[in-house]
């Protein structure tokens, strides 16, 4: 397989990938900056370097069901959910610097595109399994649902 397909199945995922090392940067930059302009011990300092930390400890689950729906089934619908999961942490890091009652909504919503991933990796792999022992291929339709569905992440 030459490097250009490879690349033609994976860029939409490598995007998403750059967009949240942007984002992580950023959200390290608010906590050098906090940390900076006020004591380390302050109630500022606290609510930013906890909601770094939360969205730094479900960071590694987004990249991996993210990348496994991306390449077990499709990338658009899948680096979709991943640019919808940034703007949801965005709101929840935003939410946690207020009150932390205003961070609830992000991190639902959070929870519930991860778990969209997550779907989106298993019916990739039973695919797999069934056109591997069965030699039946539903990645056109299940393509096409999947896609349909993602659009359903926009609902509240």
């Known amino acids: 397989m030459d490097s250009n397909k490879v690349v033609e199945n994976i860029y939409l995922l490598v995007v ?3 967009i949240s090392v942007v984002q992580n940067a950023f959200f390290a930059q608010k906590v050098e900056r906090e940390c900076k302009n006020h004591q380390t011990h302050t109630a500022a300092f606290e609510r930013v370097s906890c909601a770094n930390r939360n969205c730094m400890d479900a960071y590694p689950t987004f990249l991996a ?3 496994c729906a991306g390449l077990c089934l499709s990338q658009a619908p899948a680096a979709f959910a991943g640019i919808i999961y940034l703007m949801v942490r965005q709101k929840y890091f935003a939410g946690y610097l207020g009150q932390t009652s205003q961070s609830t909504p992000g991190y639902l919503f959070g929870k519930r595109i991860i778990f969209f991933l997550f779907l989106m990796c ?3 792999i039973f695919n797999y399994l069934l056109l591997r022992y069965y030699g039946s291929d539903y990645k056109e339709y299940v393509q096409t649902i999947t896609g349909a569905a993602s659009a359903l992440l926009l609902l509240p």
Do not use: E, H, K, R
């Open 122 to 124: 298993i019916v990739g």
């Open 16 to 18: 998403v990938t750059l």
């Open 65 to 67: 069901v993210m990348w």
